[in-house]
């Protein structure tokens, strides 16, 4: 199933050839955003000024026959998740909290993405702080799958897969704590990937969990992920966790190799299928596609072994520790004293305003996280909890370490099931947080990984995600990879039915 829509690389082609303008390709992005938005409520707030004077520039440097000089992207549109600082917006994480919030600087990402001439057509939904997994938890409104709207997206990032699902925009930006970006890709029918830790800058990301927050695209074929990824990646001195090579590659380049049908380095590639994704828990049709994945793997002549990672179902349990312990230690800022909601009226003393602000300003499932974070970190806790969960993560690296000796990448399902209802999860807090078990591990060891679409569920219809998984760094083989897969099974730049009509031309 493939639709009429352009690529990323095709509307910056057609933009730099001329056969197409920046500000006529937005036009008809913001009427894709009016006449779909309503249905889908991916975006919080729309950016247009400044999308139409990026739009313009670019326009003008190709009317000045100065287009060789317009940079990767330049004039292709592009939304960025609301936890992200953009100049002069707002940026409120989805929380009453930042409601009135208006961000004073750029993010190191924002600031490359302007640098590239690429319109911010806007800011998107998310669940509270980027704690979800399925966007249901934004202060404001639901997002809804495109695929089908009584279903949710995936979360945390669901409004940045589902406006590149629905077609209102060809690239996002989200983040990935724990599966943000990937979770929410699979359910969408869409590729989203997340770097190795630092490869990104986190600067002017909102911090959930520091050491596992990593800024990740979305797109909808591997190529433009590749491509946004070359726009986006980078040392950056503002990040003390920044620690990208001074030169990166060509990921563009390396993703249409395609894995050279499969070899790396003239040897034939290895795959290691993550063991444990089987019966109970994994849906039948879930298990149907990814075992279709797997002979697809050896159709293409690749070498598959089952591979079993000590930990790596247990890291559930490690991640919802220490992520909610960086939490706790992370949004003790929003206090009601510096900026964002301050309760103040008939409060006594400063310990008076702070509760008052964090009751009103927080949602359920925030509190629910500091509390669990604050009780890990507690006195007579920390080394039972906290300390045993990085024992655990150390565990889980070293377990992967010693799979890289005998593979070259992994892979699995990247949700256990496809998009479920909205509301089905919401009464049972463990059930929702198992739709990450497949997507933490590669947070707690900063590894790269993507998800791609495999096949859909025979049943519903709806997309299923394959998750590939490679060392630290080697984002070129992880592209490579995905791209020789995504031609061969042919799903790529899917948007659902509904909303294929209205077309962006170039």
């Known amino acids: 199933m493939s639709t009429a829509l352009p690529t990323a690389l095709e509307l910056a082609s057609a933009i730099a050839t001329g056969s197409q303008t920046a500000s006529a390709v937005l036009d008809e992005h913001f009427a894709r955003i009016e006449a779909h938005d309503s249905e889908i409520q991916a975006f919080l707030s729309l950016n247009k000024d400044q999308a139409y004077a990026t739009a313009q520039s670019v326009d003008d440097t190709v009317k000045a026959g100065n287009a060789s000089t317009l940079p990767l992207l330049a004039g292709v549109p592009i939304a960025i998740k609301d936890n992200l600082n953009v100049t002069g917006t707002k940026t409120t994480c989805a929380s009453k909290m930042l409601e009135s919030y208006v961000s004073p600087y750029d993010a190191t990402v924002i600031t490359k993405i302007k640098a590239h001439q690429m319109p911010i057509v806007g800011k998107t939904n998310l669940d509270e702080f980027a704690m979800g997994s399925s966007c249901e938890k934004s202060a404001y409104h639901p997002t809804y799958n495109p695929w089908d709207t009584a279903c949710v997206p995936g979360g945390s990032s669901g409004g940045s897969a589902a406006c590149v699902s629905a077609g209102m925009v060809t690239l996002s930006l989200g983040s990935d704590t724990g599966g943000s970006v990937r979770q929410p890709a699979s359910l969408c029918g869409i590729v989203g990937l997340k770097p190795t830790y630092g490869l990104v800058s986190r600067y002017g990301l909102v911090a959930f969990a520091s ?188 377990s992967f370490n010693q799979a890289w000796q005998d593979v070259d990448v992994l892979i699995c399902p990247t949700s256990p099931s496809v998009a ?87």
């Open 420 to 506: 479920f209802k909205l509301g089905e999860k919401n009464d049972d807090p463990i059930s929702m947080y198992l739709s990450d078990v497949a997507t933490i591990p590669a947070n707690l060891v900063g590894i790269p990984a993507l998800s791609l679409p495999c096949g859909f569920d025979e049943a519903t219809g709806l997309p299923i995600g394959l998750q590939l998984m490679v060392p630290a760094w080697e984002e070129e083989k992880l592209l490579a990879i995905a791209f020789a897969f995504q031609e061969a099974v042919g799903l790529k730049n899917l948007v659902p039915p509904a909303f294929q009509a209205l077309k962006v031309s170039v």
């Open 211 to 398: 050491s596992l927050d990593q800024v990740s695209p979305f797109a909808r074929t591997v190529e433009d992920t590749a491509a946004i990824l070359q726009v986006i990646a980078g040392k950056d001195a503002h990040d003390m966790t920044s620690s990208a090579p001074s030169v990166l590659p060509d990921y563009v380049a390396s993703a249409q190799a395609g894995a050279l049908g499969m070899q790396l380095a003239g040897k034939r590639l290895r795959v290691g299928i993550v063991d444990g994704f089987e019966g109970e828990g994994i849906q039948a049709g879930t298990q149907k596609a990814v075992t279709e994945a797997i002979a697809r793997f050896e159709g293409l002549g690749a070498d598959v072994k089952r591979i079993s990672l000590t930990g790596f179902q247990e890291a559930i349990a490690a991640y919802y520790i220490i992520a909610t312990a960086e939490a706790s230690s992370n949004l003790a800022r929003f206090d009601g004293v510096r900026y964002g909601l301050s309760e103040r009226e008939g409060v006594e003393n400063v310990y008076d305003m702070f509760a008052k602000t964090r009751a009103k300003g927080f949602g359920a499932e925030v509190k629910r996280r500091i509390l669990l974070g604050s009780f890990a970190l507690s006195a007579g806790y920390y080394d039972a909890y906290y300390g045993k969960a990085q024992l655990a993560r150390k565990v889980l690296a070293q």
